[in-house]
């Protein structure tokens, strides 16, 4: 049986712990904040404000808490792909315990974003600043993971061809998107849709599953649905799961044109192509010297078994060759290398890679 786009009601970890292991491609975390009221909260007016009183944010203690975070944070692990990363947002009642969680259990933290409320609530009482903005980890799975999916480039193109900052400034839910029933918010902490529209296109393609471990009223999947990705949904309370339910099956299916919906093939992300294929397919030969970042005195020959071979006899990889001749401690042999066309100009080899990327079949 299928595990995508689905919503399964449980305990998370229980949930969680019956999916196949390395089966997700992204996790989107919104936990409870254990905000740890100890009073109602009232307006000037004196009109009391719909504050996060439910029963899912309330913990014994600290301890209690960790132990919590701990056990959902530990399944998510075992179900997330060794390509995967995973998000959690947070505020500060909270989320410095989450990161320090996220890394006893061996997450490597990529970033931290924070996500600046452009309408936030007020500080009735007037005792401490406004709250105007949450914090959100995103970690990779180790820290020798290697591939993980960043769409810097499209990410970059929604941003005016700048590049994306870590601070967002993004409307809290409201208006039409905000779900209510008689009159009344169905889930207190609604997370608006552009927020996790601008995680799903940076951190999956087309296609990707997305968990979702605290589904709540569904703002993940109906994104998902939107944009082409597949969701899973834990939730506890068979309120949310209706809401959810409902407002999915109101999005019509996504196009079946994937760039339509955020592919983008960036060098991270696309298909491994070793040095020697360019021999094999003819695109350089054995002999043929290659010059480094052009210069016509730092050159290196080509060998038929893909390494290249310096004046001195020195012998290794692109990349390795790179950095001696460069005086580099690390070099990418891809940027650095050039051969000569007939006519005198120097072609980085990186052209030729992505030549035979587009003209092999993935």
């Not at 196009?255 to 093939?265: K, L, P, T």
């Amino acid at each position: 049986m299928s595990i995508i786009d689905q919503i399964y009601q449980g305990d998370c970890c229980k949930v969680i712990a019956s999916l196949p292991a390395q089966s997700v491609d992204l996790i989107f975390a919104d936990p409870p904040y254990n905000l740890q009221l100890q009073h109602e909260l009232r307006r000037p007016n004196m009109t009391k404000v719909d504050a996060v009183d439910d029963d899912w944010d309330q913990f014994a203690s600290f301890e209690a808490y960790d132990q919590f975070t701990y056990a959902w944070l530990a399944a998510c692990r075992r179900v997330l792909k060794d390509t995967g990363t995973i998000w959690v947002i947070g505020s500060y009642h909270n989320i410095y315990r989450v990161g320090s969680i996220l890394q006893n259990l061996g997450y490597w933290f990529l970033n931290d974003v924070v996500w600046i409320k452009a309408n936030p609530m007020p500080n009735f009482r007037g005792v401490r600043f406004t709250n105007a903005h949450e914090t959100l980890l995103w970690c990779k799975k180790s820290s020798d993971q290697k591939r993980y999916t960043f769409n810097y480039q499209l990410l970059k193109r929604m941003n005016d061809d700048k590049q994306m900052r870590s601070d967002w400034e993004l409307p809290l839910c409201t208006g039409a998107e905000r779900l209510h029933a008689d009159g009344v918010k169905v889930h207190a902490t609604q997370k608006p849709e552009a927020l996790l529209y601008r995680i799903l296109l940076a951190s999956t393609q087309p296609g990707d599953i997305v968990l979702d471990p605290f589904f709540g009223t569904g703002t993940t999947g109906a994104v998902a649905k939107k944009l082409g990705r597949h969701f899973v949904g834990v939730e506890r309370e068979l309120a949310y799961i209706t809401a959810a339910q409902a407002r999915i099956a109101a999005i019509e299916p996504a196009h079946s044109d994937e760039e339509i919906y955020g592919h983008d093939q960036s060098k991270r992300t696309a298909r491994r192509i070793p040095f020697a294929a360019l021999l094999e397919h003819g695109l350089l030969l054995p002999g043929q010297q290659l010059f480094f970042d052009q210069s016509p005195v730092k050159w290196a020959t080509v060998l038929a078994d893909g390494s290249l071979r310096t004046s001195d006899g020195e012998r290794g990889s692109i990349h390795q060759i790179g950095a001696l001749v460069g005086a580099v401690p690390a070099c990418n042999g891809w940027e650095h290398w050039y051969y000569c066309e007939a006519d005198g100009r120097f072609i980085v080899i990186d052209v030729l890679r992505d030549r035979l990327r587009s003209s092999s079949p993935t």
